[in-house]
């Protein structure tokens, strides 16, 4: 101010804080309406807590949101047709504007569905919304719970979130089977009664469980009600409840993050909430409910009008559940008959039993146990907040992969009468040739994915040691041939480098020094075993000594002509024996 | 040359060698596929049962024997086409009518085929000729298979008790045993319909007038007819088989799209 010299007094002012403009009529107001909620909550430093919270950015991490999102929009639709749907058994006469049905005896619960295909206004988009939704929750489920394991993100301290995750991927798939069998229409009651056929071969309960689950032999008419309650009420409640707890652990234990520069155990480096990543995961709720609706308004999906109203005697051909349960309706058409035993009386239906009964909660009780076993074989006690690459666990990928295949198995061969008519095959030929691959696929899906990741991790070394290859042939004047390779950048580099080198677990030896036998405990024995299996062959990253020693010969390029073998290679082929 | 050479480690390269291998493939493919024999012998129009002979003798005889008695291939127990006395016109308006008669070769089931080898006044003279060895079913009449004087919702009824378990709950066919199946009944006439009934072909078995009535095979001919007219609510069919091709299709088309957003999200931020 130019002005402040020509009165003395005016330094007297110099420091106080200049004129400042109130604040807009609008800012005021959310000012004062976001300070007396803060008065009345204190919520404004856990909002600004979380608004602040970092997340990393990959496209990967975005699977478990197409997850939620599914299954808000599964909320949201459903919630609408709780308006008009009816869960009763209760006999009714169509007279809807569905022609080829009108007059048809049905129950209340059929004919509510076609009221609402048919007769509400944007009933029918609404119900293939929900429908295509459900399906879409469970493949993202299923693609999302790849991510996590491929990349080791169940390690600890993740592993409870993994668990919660298993139950939610579970309860997502009972969710949905409740839910398509509410329609009673016949396909939703075929699926009923072979659930009540699944039921009923627990040994020695389960014609007792039958009678508690449909209050009175089969079909009664407290199924759908019964149903109904879990759909809406019961299941919805707890995977809410459990889906608020696995959201919460990701923001208390931040979320994991790709290796990279500057990334490291103890930072998280993204964006925070507030803007960015409110914008993009608020603008992504949006793409995945535009993608469902306009699938739902171009694709017809569960056809109830074309099923028909449920009758215990008729079938359709083509009976299948949703994919989600296609695996335990796979193991059924695999199994063998011979697999029914019968003695004193009594009937034991393990043909039925083994994959109706005892498959579902198998797999996901492995899946859930995984990263306590890895655990338990690694002694890994510590905090891991670096995802890894897959190729860098070749073990854990190749078991993934081999579980995924067994899973893929038993799913297509639920398919395995569609394969028959579509590709003109033999339905035995195709029923036989999943009944081998689900024994022999497995292992070699395993041997290959690990035999890959490893030739990945052998290529990594050599990108480190020698560069990239430039595809460009150096001819030089004595006559000689170079390929250049190109020297890479650090950050480049760091990715290659910066995981751990691992080694199988030593066992101790089996005397001690003073030459008296030691023991060691039969469970240590079996966590050394599975240590070789996860560790014997590791392919470790390059060292910094190695990295100098190979800067040091100068080995930029590479001779084509009169290869000798460079003392890198050796090294690392030194490295894979030990 | 050189430009080749440059572009030999773009990314798209792999892809472009794919789609050229296979277009190649199929182009070569089709260029030396043997081309289906056409085995039938033209003959002449008639309406009696000696021109029925005539044309049986010529066309079917290798199979089913000079006299419609059958024949067998010589191994084990197989037989290379059935004696056809009793089996009625209906059956030969269907097996002909339909292009599943004469086979091209022997196979597991005769399936249908748009190349149908006789004239409608050939397929009648065949059927005469076999008609005058024994009775069987006739061929229906024009009122009998008309699908506006059925009842589409009986049909339905009908239909889903006794012919969804094989031939799907929209018609569109299912498997059978041993590569045998239920072929789709898309855009299949009322006629043939009704003679399918009738007469059982293949391992379809036979509905006839005392266990299904011709009233209640008018309904479910009304109810085919129906389902085949009405346009789809709710979009693309995909196939009308049920929770298989919708599975398929969340996997590849609802996966592929939204992953395809995420990428292009998660490309966005660096």
Redesign the interface.
Known sequence: MSTSSARPADALRAGDPGYQAPPSGAARRIGGIAGWVDDRTGAAKPVGYLMKKVFP???????G??AMYSMIICLVTGSFLTFWFVPSAGHTVYDGSY??????EMSQAYASTLHI??DIKGG?IIR?IHH?AA??FT??IV?HMFRVFFTGAFRKPREINWVIGSVLALLAIVEGFAGYSLPDD??SGTGIRAMAGFVQTAPVIGSYLVYGIFGGPFPGDMIIPRLYSAHVLLIPAILIGLFTAHIGLVALQKHTQFPGPGRTNDNVVG?PVMPVYAA?AG??FF??FG??AL?????????I????PY?P????????????M?FADGALRLLPGWLEFHFWGFTLSLNIALGALVLLPLVYTVLGVYPFLERWVTKDEREHHLLQRPRNAPVRTGIGMAGITAYTVFMFA?????M??KL??????ITWFFRIALFVAPPVVFWVTKRICLSLQRRDRETVLHGRES?TIIRTPDGRYFERHEAQLPEEQWVLVQHEAVAPLELEPEVDEHGVARPAARSERVRAALSRFYFADAVNPVTPAELAAAHHHGHETEAIEGAQPSPELESSQATDRS | MNALAARRRHPAAIAVLLMLGLFLTGALYSAFAPEPAEATTQALASQSVEEGKALFRANCASCHGVNAEGRSTGTDDQIAGPALAGVGAAAVDFQVGTGRMPMTQPGTQAARSDDVKFTDEQIAALGAYIASLAPGPEVPSEEAVDPTQGDPATGGELFRVNCAMCHNFAGSGGALTRGKYAPSLKDVSGKHIYEAMATGPQSMPVFNDANMTPESKRDIIAFLTTINEQENPGGMTLGSLGPVSEGLFAWVFGLGILVGCAVWLGAKAA
């Open positions: 950015d990959h496209w990967s991490f975005m699977l949101e197409i022609v080829p049905l009108r007059g048809v295909s048919f029918l293939q295509w399906l879409m493949v993202a693609v016949l396909l964006y993009k603008g992504f793409i995945v993608v469902i699938i739902s308004a171009l694709v017809q999906i569960n056809p009008w074309g099923y028909g009758d005697s008729p079938v359709t051909a083509g009976s299948q559940p949703d994919w989600y296609g639920a398919g395995n009468d569609i028959a008519i003109g095959m033999s339905i035995n030929d595809g």
